[in-house]
């Protein structure tokens, strides 16, 4: 068989070389590029990276902050998910926050007197557990109201004087559009020394009502500026995989 390769006019021998290797040259930036950091031309600033790890990501697509707010609430207010999350759901979702609040007592970090906040609680099954297990002075927020165990609050701005609560507890900080304002209204609300235990997913993508995605702890550690780190461990919380608590400084601290 012959195998001889066809000639090429001389011309085309170093187009084609040069061709070969600027291909292979961005081949390699891409695939160095880190995907889930980059920013998108429309929003310039969506990415936050971290000092010590992945970023955190607030996703694009929302036009206004009306938008936004209409598009948590129609979840939130469907009759029917309503109807489920407060019968076949309550008792099982209100166990196993219950665990992770008696975890939390264990360690100190949670007291049945603590002035306790859940922070997207929706209809309430945290406040419920919270409740259930001793920590009577426990209360919620949420868009939509759930009386008497959720009150109506944007977690952006949260209805609270500043120093109010001992403990805040949230499983929704994927839902946060605005990331810096979430967590800057923990540490107002909270008192000096009050702890802010929050569940995220590290590992999965969270669902398609989430504002932003955290690719590891370092980002919130960085936007608790005026709190100390006790501790990150793994859960199983609702599709959530990694508990982090914060402790607030005693004295300002920024
Ligand atoms: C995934 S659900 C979690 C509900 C509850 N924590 C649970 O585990 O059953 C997210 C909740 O966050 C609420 N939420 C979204 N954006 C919010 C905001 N800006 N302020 C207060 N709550 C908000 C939604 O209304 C929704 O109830």
Redesign the pocket.
């Known amino acids: 068989m012959n195998t001889t390769i066809p000639k090429l006019p001389f011309i085309i021998k170093p187009f084609l070389l040069s061709l070969l290797l600027s291909l292979t040259v961005l081949i390699f930036i891409a695939l160095q590029t880190p995907h889930h950091r980059k920013t998108t031309p429309q929003q310039p600033d969506s990415t936050i990276s971290s000092k010590s790890g992945g970023g955190l990501r607030i996703r694009p697509g929302y036009s206004s902050y009306d938008e ?2 209409q598009r ?2 129609n ?2 207010l469907n009759p029917k998910l309503r109807q489920i ?1 407060t019968t076949r759901d309550w008792e099982r ?1 209100v166990r196993v926050f219950a665990q992770f609040f008696e975890s939390l007592k264990r360690r100190n970090l949670l007291l049945n007197s603590s002035k306790a906040l ?6 309430g ?2 406040v419920a557990a919270l409740k259930s297990i001793g920590v009577n002075d426990s209360i919620g ?4 109201p759930y009386p008497p165990l959720v009150v109506k ?4 701005a949260q209805p609270f004087m500043n120093g109010t609560f001992d403990f805040e507890f ?3 900080f994927d ?3 605005y990331p810096w304002k979430f967590v800057g209204e923990i540490e107002r609300t909270l008192k000096p020394g009050g702890v802010c235990a929050i569940h995220v997913a590290l590992s999965r993508r969270a ?1 398609k ?1 989430s ?1 932003n995605d955290l690719y590891s702890v370092g980002p919130l550690v960085e936007l608790f500026k005026d709190s100390k780190l006790v501790e990150v461990r793994k859960v199983d919380g ?1 599709g959530l995989d990694t508990e982090v608590v914060f402790r607030k400084n005693k004295r300002r601290n920024i």
């Open positions: 936004y707010i948590q609430l979840k939130t999350w979702k859940s922070i997207g609680a929706r209809v099954q945290e927020i949420d868009l939509a609050g944007d977690f952006h949230s499983n929704v839902h946060a559009l669902d009502y504002a609702f």
